[in-house]
């Protein structure tokens, strides 16, 4: 842009107060984008400040960073300083019941970094995040505000603190980034039109540890280790401090099943053995109960804004499963597509344009990834146990190697490109339509030409009979699997 163009958009930016609500990863990512703008920021946080809590509730969980996310950190020079503190991760390890190990990777040999998948833990970054944001003159982090309620007509918000007292703001601009359980969602419920699900899967997830082998890490840790068991799955995912973060995902049933230690040890000896010297008999009885299973639910709602006063990111706007390790690059996303709006239309909030727009554009892409997510753990904990499956991946490999343009897996799609997330899906079902239809054709053509030569010269049926068995027995085999 012009330079007198830049001055004039920045002194409009700077007489507008933006008010950021949650102060989670997207909530801190969110507030340098609108302070980079030059807009007076506040931040609400309804927690203590997380940096100096001497006790944090709840679990910092292990996050996937992945190219979307990457770029948005970038946006805001945050990138190469949040991927410093994470573990490339190059491909899944499957684990069998056992015990071998088998690889997939997520790309092919020689594929530069941006290929890679990087496993962060949520409280550290969530710690550098704020601490980037505070380095902004106009931006305000306020901790232990806990909103009680707002006005879409009018943008004043009022807070309460842990000390009793209450304070209000007049806002130009309220970002909800609060959260699946957001509480500015709440006024959106109160709205016609406003379209809402939530929808608890019936699988919990459980974490224990696996602790470091002689000051190592006791696996491979460039790997997404996953031990999957049809119905059910664990995954194990490295931290710096060489330990790996393992995750139980199994239905509630059958968490509750298991009510002893010895139903614990009879339990991993059956699905997951290889896991019992690593983590410890001891530590795997003690752990096992040390919490409860937690509950997962995935979040829908449409539209993100009301008017030109509120606008809705991340979870508060789309809570997914973890199963794509795309919820955090959601989120994300969300904050580099508004930005890339606001230089559309020179920051212009007054004309209901910016807000319905960035509506428009990204609720189909993150119900996308709210329907991706859920198919995925299916793939995880059952699909790669298929051979049909590992076929299809390698093939899809070998197409994608020789055919870029026409071909890309769709995990590509998602995870190493922008590409918007419902165009990912109907060019995968358009690309499954073409290689399933390729398959079928190329089977009738062989079949074909098999009928040919047999016609022609005719084969000594009783010597075909016993390997014809043999052939159809593993074929049917295939089948199963």
């Given amino acids: ?103 997939i990777p997520y790309g092919k040999k020689g594929q530069v970094d941006f290929r890679k998948e990087t496993c962060l833990m949520c409280r550290p970054v969530r710690c550098f995040a704020l601490t980037e944001a505070e380095t902004y003159p106009n931006m305000q982090l306020n901790f232990d505000h806990k909103l009680q309620d707002w006005s879409a007509e009018t943008g004043l918000m009022t807070f309460a603190r842990s000390d009793g007292s209450v304070q209000e703001i007049q806002a130009d601009l309220i970002v909800g980034c609060d959260g699946a359980f957001s509480a500015i969602r709440k006024q959106f419920l109160r709205r016609s039109r406003f ?71 009879e339990f991993f000896h059956r699905y997951f053995p290889d896991t019992i010297p690593l983590i410890g008999a001891d530590a795997l009885k003690r752990d096992y109960f040390r919490l409860p299973a937690q509950a997962m639910v995935s979040v829908k709602c449409s539209p993100y804004h009301i008017g030109d006063k509120c606008v809705l990111m991340g979870d508060a706007a789309h809570a997914v499963v973890p199963f794509y390790g795309q919820g955090m690059n959601a989120g994300f996303e969300d904050c580099v597509v508004f930005d890339e709006m606001m230089e559309q239309f020179k920051e212009d909030l007054s004309k209901c344009v910016v807000l319905p727009e960035y509506t428009r554009v990204r609720v189909p892409d993150d ?61 995968w079902h358009w690309q499954n339509k073409v290689i399933n239809g390729g398959l079928l054709l190329g089977a009738t053509g062989a079949a074909l030409g098999v009928a040919c030569v047999l016609i022609k010269n005719p084969p000594d049926v009783n010597k075909l009979a016993g390997p014809a068995e043999k052939l159809w027995s593993r074929l049917m085999a295939v089948g199963a699997a």
């Avoid at 950021?20 to 340098?32: D, I, M, S």
């Avoid at 379209?195 to 470091?212: A, D, F, V």
Wanted: hydrophobic content about 40%; charged content about 20%.
């Fill in 367 to 427: 119900h996308a990834i709210a329907d991706l997510a859920m198919y995925n753990y299916v793939e995880m904990r059952a699909h790669v146990n298929s051979r049909w499956f590992l076929f299809r991946k390698l093939l899809d490999s070998f197409l994608y190697a020789i055919m870029p343009k026409t071909i890309i897996p769709l995990y590509t799609m998602v995870t190493f490109t922008r590409t918007p997330y419902h165009e990912a899906v109907e060019r």
């Fill in 195 to 265: 379209n809402y699900s939530q929808t608890y899967i019936p699988h919990g997830y459980m974490e224990l540890t696996m602790p470091p082998v002689h000051g190592e890490f006791a696996m491979e840790p460039n790997y997404l280790h996953i031990w999957p068991r049809n119905t059910f799955m664990m995954i194990a995912l490295p931290n710096l401090d060489k330990t790996f973060t393992c995750t139980l995902f199994m239905p509630f049933e059958e968490f509750e099943k298991i009510t002893t230690g010895e139903e614990v040890m």
């Fill in 1 to 103: 842009r012009s330079i007198s163009t830049m001055e004039e958009t920045t002194s409009r930016s700077s007489s507008k107060v933006v008010a950021v609500v949650g102060g989670g990863l997207v909530g801190a990512l969110n507030a340098c984008f609108f302070a980079k703008r030059g807009f007076q920021v506040e931040l609400f946080e309804a927690r203590e400040d997380i940096r100096r809590a001497r006790h944090v509730k709840g679990r910092s969980i292990n996050l996937a960073l992945s190219h979307r996310g990457r770029q948005a950190l970038q946006h805001v020079g945050m990138e190469e300083k949040i991927v410093s503190q994470g573990i490339p991760m190059n491909a899944r390890m499957i684990h069998s019941p056992s015990g071998k190990l088998s690889s």
